[in-house]
Structures are given as C-alpha cells and as structure tokens.
C-alpha cells in the first residue's frame, strides 16, 4: 500500500483498530463521575494504545464535551472471542514497550519521557488493525502530527530496526528500539548490540535489568488491573465482562430516563416517581426529605412519606455533628452509622424513627432553588458513587426543573416510520422542539442497543443461525435510527432522493416472518406462512421502506385476529398495464373490516384501538408504497382481509444502484 496522504483517512483507519474492553470500561465509568475524575481518566487511557492516540490527535477541547466522548468510548471497537488472546500479547507488549522507554527517558534525561511513553506504547499499533490495511511504518503515520520534528514518528517506524543501524540516530528513535529489544529478544540484556546502546546511555547491563523487571512487573498490574491477565483468556475475561455490566448499566439508565419521563411536572410526581426507582433499583424502603424552613433550621417536608415523629426535629444548619448539615455545606454526599461515638444524638433518632442501622445524606437541589437532604436508609455503603445513583438523582432534578422542551406524558409517541408526510398532513400538534427533543434522546439508547448488540456477536462466538438473528436486530437498529434521522432532516431540509440498492423482496418477506416470529406472531397464537415465487427478481428499491409496510400491515393483521388466526405472505410476478411487476400479498383470517372503517382505510383518522395507535399506519404505508412507484389497495369480507402490494420491476425506467445487495439472507 502506498503513502497515506490524506490525515482524515489516516484517522477513520485508526477509529477501526481494536481497544482493550477494561480500559474502555474504566474510562466510561470514570467519565461518569466528572471533571473530579478528570486525572484518573486521563491516566487510564494513557494505558490503551488506540485509545490513548484518537484522545491525543482530537482537538485541545474535546474533553469539554462529555457526552462526546463518551460516545467515542462507546463505540471503539473492543477486543473479544476469538481476536482476545492475541490482543493480550499485542497489548502487554506495548504497555512493557512504553514502561520500559519512559524508565530510559527518565534516567538517561536525554528525551521527554512522556514522548517516550508514546512512541513505546505505539510502536506495534498497526497490529491492533484486524484487517491487514497497513505496514508497521505506514502506522507511525499516525503519530506524525503530534510533533513538528516528526520524532515520534521515526521511533515508530524504526522501533524494529538493528541497533547498530540506529547508533546516530535522535535519542528517542534509540530508547524505542533499545526498549523493543529488551522486552521481545531473551537475554537480550547480555548481548553486545544492546550494551553498546546503553553505553551510549550511559547505562550498565544491571542497572537496565532491574529497570526490565520493574516494567514487566507493572505489564502484569495492569493486565490485572483491566482484565488481560491471561494470555489464553477468551471472551469471558475480566475486561469483557465488565464491559458487559457497564452497558448494561447504560441500558438501564435508558430505561430510568424513559420511568421519570412520566413526571407531571409537580414536585410531590416527582419524588414519588423518585421513591419507586429508590425500592426497585437499589432496594430502599426507608427515605425522607429536609429541608431549610422559614427559620434556617432543616426540617421535615412533605414530599416524601415519613414517620410523623421526625416533624418535630429541626436541626441548625451549622452542627457540624450531624451528617445532614455537613452534606449541605459541602454539598457531598455523607454517611451515618448507629453507634458511632462522636454522632450527634438528632442522627440517631433519624435512624431510629426510620427503623434504619444506617443512612446516607444526599444533597438534592429543590424546586425553589434550595438545597434540601434526601436521607436513605440502609443504602449499600458505596451507593454514592453508583453511576446509576447519580443518574437517577439527575433525573430526579431535571423532572423537578423541566426545562422548555421536556414532552409532556400526555404526548403520545409517533408511529416508527418515516412521518415527512403523515406529520405534515396532521399539522404541527407536536412542537419542533420536542420533536428534536425526542429524536436527540432516542439516539442515545439506540447507540447503546447497537453496542451491546455487538458485545453479544463478539461473546457468542460462530453460530451461524445466531450470528444472522443478531444481525437482523442490528440492521433494525440501524433502520429505526435512519427513521429517527429522517424525522429531523425532514423538519431542517427537503429530504434528499433516497439510493436505491437491488434487494430480493422474498428475502424482505422472510427476514421480517423470522424477526417477528417470537416476539409478535407467535405470542398472538398466529400462524404464519409464506409462498415466495422463485423468480421474482431482485429489484432496485429502498429496502427500509418497503420493511416498514410490511411491518405495519402484518401488526394490523395481528391485532385484527384477536384470538389468534392465519397470516399469509404471497409474493407474485404479474403483468399490468404492459408493464411487469411483483406482487406481494398480506392476507389474514380476521373478521374483516367494518363497512365505514374500509371505506376511508387509507385516510389519517383518529384510531380506535387505543393504546399507543395513532390511526395513521395505513395512510403512512401507503405513502410509503407511493414513493416505492407501487400500489397499496385492500379487500375485505367477513372471512378476511387482504392486501395486495404491486410493485414495478425497474424504478422511473432504470435501475439506479449505488450497491449490489441481495437482502441479508
């Protein structure tokens, strides 16, 4: 491969190179605490070669944008199954390849030792690129912005070279090779090409030992501390699995956000939407809130329920002793123990009236721009630092301070599928702003679903059947985020003209029976079958589109066979009007249609189902059958409901292709 030339190439080539999944669980878990993690933070990343030069190569204030970053740590590619073991040699060598040449920087005072840090930690970078892209040499590219001179670069690209080759070498090129040397050769420290390096150092054979011993020595802490101790170790290593578990906890945060969403506004919703996350989350029955009062002095409200007898505390602001005004004045959370002997005596009747052993005082800002003090009992003894605690203490404050574009519950969501038409046929009944709002936070469970996603493939290994369900609820997320995409283009700009791929509609038809079959058909007692003609050819179409009407007529069908029934997919080749198309055919053994509903099927009407029905699908399908150049029509009888999807071969007399894809079968 020649030269890379181009430094946004060299970039997205790095953002593909593997990541070590405790280094990427650590880091994610202290940017959840903060600007007061910022240290640590920077100090774990320093020890992932991938990660360490992506953070190094963005601007100076991208560290000012959280959620950014945590983006980028979300979706690094990580090291799992098959690809672990040899990650974990690759990785060791380079943290003992940086320990080692920051040792020699250091001692020998001849080069900055963070630069040699760097250089030694991404001499073998290329080997964290699965797929081989790039020779060793063309990888130092990556570094060649961070200096003027070029001279990590160079310590890079010559790491391997003879020492002799290097003898006049910068000194950064020569405690980089001299590091390599010492880390992969055996008894390389007895050798004579290697004393005459550290000579040239002035360095002696023991003194360069005990600094090799006391490098691989911190190799091996790390490896333990992120879960690489194990150079055999598959995909159920340390790291892995924390990984796993901090997904999962961004998963449930995603879920916590969606439980405080119903909030009223009120403050008493508030906390009782408060209270229920405190039982099920983190197994709290015993809570109260204080307050400052009209006198300064903290005292019951009530927000939360609580034992009567606590009205009758009122507690100075200024007593250092107890832990709620001390939680207060250093707005920290602070802890509280029976028995403790220096304990103010209003602690423990606290506890008591709680029927508690022990509490935690978590400061809170209130409505009125006060701080009060949430006192919960018996909490786990390091629940504040949880990143689950502090979330659902955010959440909490945001449903007690709703901003201008927080959605009411009474809004009810829209219908997942491209609404450009529907919406604008409906009128502005939902505020842009909320619908921005709504689009920004659907993207972020969305991102993690996709991740997780990928976390099971890695662990599940090559099961061929599982591999294809997995990659059918990605392709889902992915089409659920194009929607979402859709939704706010289309508030901003015309929407551009979509490409067209060659898709094979019996595979559309077969992907969504099997991606439905649990978790819609089956559960509704409805057999499905499908009679798929095999020569209906692949037909440049957007494949989304068609996927939604499907989607949506099968979900009617089901809801139309209220106990159960027959779904029947057909798909045709015919010819009409001269021309040739396919025909794809839904039908159901429902009790078919009432007369009024079947005479303005496909007009937007208010739906009489309730729920979560917006009586807009079948209007929307049919747009979406209309921007496909088809057809939708429907017949209906007692016996059952039919529709028919007819479809042209060729698209505006051509077949405009921007890929060759036939499915995902």
Avoid at 172 to 200: E, K
Avoid at 271 to 280: G, I
Avoid at 455 to 481: H, M, N, P, T, W
Wanted: charged residues 20%; hydrophobic residues 50%; aromatic residues 4%.
């Amino acid at each position: 491969m020649g030269e890379l030339s181009n430094n946004l190439l060299k970039k997205s080539e790095l953002t593909a190179c593997r990541c070590a999944p405790g280094v990427v669980a650590e880091a994610l878990e202290l940017l959840m605490r903060g600007e007061a993690a910022q240290a640590e933070f920077a100090a774990c990343v320093r020890c992932d070669p991938v990660l360490a030069l992506r953070l190094r190569l963005l601007p100076a204030d991208f560290n000012a944008q959280p959620e950014l970053l945590r983006a980028l740590l979300l979706a690094a590619p990580i090291a799992a199954g098959a690809t672990q073991a040899t990650y974990i040699s690759r990785w060791r060598q380079s943290i003992a390849v940086a320990h080692l040449a920051h040792a020699l920087g250091v001692r020998s005072g001849a080069v900055d030792a963070e630069a040699a840090w760097t250089a030694g930690l991404a001499h073998n970078l290329a080997d964290y690129l699965d797929i081989d892209l790039l020779a060793p040499a063309h990888a130092a590219d990556w570094l060649s912005m961070l200096d003027t001179d070029g001279w990590l670069a160079d310590a890079v690209r010559y790491h391997a070279e003879p020492l002799a080759r290097g003898r006049a070498a910068h000194p950064l090129v020569r405690i980089v090779q001299l590091a390599y040397q010492l880390v992969t050769r055996a008894d390389a420290v007895d050798s004579v090409d290697v004393r005459a390096a550290l000579a040239a150092l002035q360095m002696g054979a023991g003194e360069a030992a005990q600094l090799l011993a006391e490098s691989q020595g911190q190799a091996r802490q790390l490896a333990q501390r992120f879960g690489l101790l194990d150079p055999v170790a598959q995909s159920t290593g340390a790291g892995f699995d924390r990984l796993a578990r901090l997904y999962a906890v961004e998963a449930a945060q995603s879920a916590l956000h969606g439980h405080f969403r119903h909030a009223d506004g009120s403050s008493s919703h508030a906390f009782e939407l408060l209270q229920d996350s405190l039982r099920a989350l983190f197994g709290i029955e015993h809570a109260c809130l204080f307050a400052p009062a009209v006198d300064g002095a903290l005292r019951l409200t009530a927000l939360i329920p609580a034992d009567a007898g606590l009205r009758a505390l009122a507690i100075p602001p200024d007593d250092g002793h107890s832990a709620l005004p001390r939680a207060l004045a250093r707005n920290a959370p602070q802890q509280f123990e029976r028995g403790e002997a220096d304990a103010a005596l209003v602690d423990e009747q606290i506890a008591r009236l709680l029927g508690v052993s022990r509490f935690l005082c978590q400061p809170l800002a209130l409505r009125d721009g006060q701080l009060g003090v949430l006192v919960v009992g018996d909490a786990v003894s390091d629940l504040a630092v949880s990143p689950l605690w502090r979330f659902a203490l955010a959440e909490c404050s945001e449903a007690l301070h709703p901003g201008p574009a927080v959605v009411s519950a009474s809004v009810q969501a829209a219908p997942a599928a491209p609404l450009q038409a529907a919406v604008v046929a409906q009128g502005d009944d939902i505020p842009r702003d909320r619908v921005r709002r709504a689009v920004h936070e659907v993207a972020n469970p969305l991102t993690i679903m996709r991740n997780y996603v990928n976390l099971l493939s890695d662990k599940l290994g090559a099961d061929s059947a599982v591999q294809r369900d997995l990659g059918i609820i990605g392709d889902e997320i992915e089409r659920v985020a194009r929607i979402v995409r859709g939704i706010t283009l289309a508030e901003e700009a015309a929407v551009p003209a979509a490409s067209l791929e060659l898709v094979s509609v019996n595979s559309v038809v077969s992907e969504l029976v099997r991606m439905a079959l649990g978790t819609l058909f089956t559960p509704n007692k409805v057999n499905v079958q499908i009679d798929l003609n095999p020569d209906v050819p692949p037909m440049p179409l957007q494949k989304d589109l068609l996927k939604q009407v499907l989607f949506n007529l099968a979900k009617n069908a089901v809801e139309a066979m209220h106990a159960g029934g027959h779904l029947k997919f057909i798909t045709r080749l015919v010819t009409a009007d001269g021309q040739r198309q396919v025909e794809i055919e839904v039908s159901d053994t429902g009790p078919g249609l009432p007369a009024a509903v079947a005479s303005h099927l496909f007009e937007p009407v208010i739906s009489e189902k309730g729920g979560d029905h917006a009586g807009l699908g079948l209007t929307i399908s049919r747009s979406l059958v209309e921007r496909l150049n088809g057809q939708l029509s429907c017949t209906s009888t007692p016996q059952g409901t039919r529709f028919l999807i007819r479809l042209p071969t060729v698209q505006n007399g051509q077949a405009p292709l921007t890929t060759t894809r036939y499915g995902s079968m």
